[in-house]
C-alpha cells in the first residue's frame, strides 16, 4: 500500500483513476478546487478511511500543509491532472489554465521534492499543436502557435513539462510524464463541449450532431479504463518520458458522428459549422514506446467503448 496524491482527482479521468488506486489498496489523498471537477465522481470513497478529499487550488502556496493536515502523512507519488482539459473550460479560464500549469505544477514537485515522491505528470497531446508529422511520436516538438487561443492549455502544458523536466535534473526527483490523448468515458460531463459528449448527447436527444469544419480531421479516442491502465504502469515503473498514452485507432470526425448516430439508434442529422482557430487537422499517437517500455497497449475497442460511455448517458449518470 502506498500514500498518494491526487490533484484534479474529482475530474473525469482523476477519478477513474482514484478508483483504480484504492482498489488496489493505495491511500489517496484526493486534491481538487472543483471548477470543473464533482466530489459526486468519488463519492463512493467517502466513508473509506484509505481516502480523503481536500478542497484546494493547486496554486495555493498553503497547498502543503492542506493536504499534509489531512493525513500527516509522507507521500509515495503525487500525480498531476489538475487542469482545465475541455476547450472550453480552459477558454472560460485561460489565466487559471496557466498558472495550474505552472504554478501548480511548481506546488506539487516542491511537496514530491520534501516526500523524494515520484511525480507523475498528466501531460496532452496538445503538445503537438497542429502536428506537421503523423503520427506523433514523442520525440515530436509540436507545431504550436503560442499566441493563439487555445494556447493557454498548450503551452501550460509544455511549461509543466519542462518544469518538471528541471526538478528532475536540478533535484533528483523521480519523475514520469504521461502525454494523454483524446479521452471518453462515463462520467464525462455533458456540457463538457468535447466531441465525444457533443455527439452522444445531441443524437440521444434528436439533435443534430454539430461538425466543426468539414469532418474530414481525425481524432483517436482512448477508452477511460485503458488510459487509467497507462498511467498506473507509469506510476508504477521508473520510466520518465515523456510517453504517449492513447489509442492509436484513428477516425475522422465525420466517420465518428456516423459510428455515434448509429450506436444510439438516432434519427440525428449532421451540421457543419466553421472550425475554431487552430483546430488540429490530424491526431493519432504512435504508442511504440508504450508498448515496449510499459508494456501497454489499448484493449477497449472504440465500439465497445462509445456503448458504455452511451449507457452511462442513458442512465443519466453524467454531471
Not at 518544469?163 to 462515463?186: D, E, K, Q, S
Not at 515523456?242 to 438516432?266: C, K, M, Q, W, Y
Request: net charge negative; hydrophobic share 40%.
Amino acid at each position: 500500500m502506498a500514500n498518494l496524491l491526487v490533484a484534479g482527482g474529482a475530474g473525469f479521468i482523476g477519478s477513474h483513476l482514484i478508483d483504480r488506486l484504492i482498489g488496489r489498496g493505495d491511500s489517496v489523498v484526493c486534491v481538487d478546487n472543483l471548477s470543473t471537477g464533482t466530489r459526486a465522481h468519488t463519492a463512493l470513497h467517502d466513508d473509506d478511511p484509505s481516502y480523503r478529499f481536500v478542497e484546494a487550488d493547486v496554486c495555493d502556496r498553503e497547498l502543503p500543509d492542506l493536504v499534509r493536515g489531512s493525513t500527516g502523512c509522507r507521500f509515495d507519488a503525487v500525480l498531476h491532472l489538475a487542469s482545465p482539459a475541455s476547450p472550453p473550460a480552459y477558454l472560460a479560464r485561460p489565466i487559471e489554465t496557466l498558472d495550474a500549469g505552472s504554478l501548480g505544477t511548481r506546488r506539487l514537485l516542491e511537496i514530491a521534492r520534501v516526500d523524494s515522491a515520484r511525480f507523475v505528470l498528466a501531460s496532452t497531446s496538445e503538445i503537438y499543436g497542429d502536428p506537421l508529422v503523423h503520427p506523433q511520436r514523442e520525440s515530436y516538438n509540436g507545431n504550436v502557435d503560442p499566441v493563439a487561443p487555445r494556447s493557454v492549455y498548450d503551452e501550460a502544458k509544455r511549461f509543466a513539462e519542462a518544469l518538471t523536466m528541471a526538478y528532475a535534473r536540478t533535484h533528483r526527483v523521480a519523475v514520469g510524464i504521461a502525454r494523454i490523448f483524446n479521452t471518453y468515458g462515463p462520467r464525462m460531463r455533458s456540457d463538457d463541449g468535447r466531441v465525444v459528449t457533443n455527439f452522444v448527447y445531441q443524437a440521444l436527444a434528436g439533435e443534430p450532431l454539430t461538425i466543426f469544419g468539414d469532418g474530414c480531421q481525425t481524432r483517436s479516442f482512448c477508452y477511460v479504463d485503458d488510459e487509467v491502465t497507462g498511467l498506473v504502469a507509469l506510476l508504477d515503473s521508473d520510466q520518465v518520458g515523456p510517453i504517449n498514452i492513447g489509442n492509436p485507432h484513428e477516425v475522422s470526425i465525420r466517420e465518428f458522428a456516423d459510428l455515434v448516430i448509429e450506436l444510439t439508434g438516432s434519427s440525428s442529422t449532421v451540421e457543419f459549422h466553421p472550425a475554431p482557430i487552430g483546430d488540429p487537422c490530424v491526431r493519432q499517437p504512435d504508442i511504440s514506446l508504450a508498448i515496449d517500455v510499459l508494456g501497454w497497449q489499448p484493449t477497449v475497442s472504440l465500439v465497445e467503448g462509445l456503448r458504455l460511455t452511451i449507457d452511462d448517458y442513458r442512465n443519466g449518470s453524467v454531471t
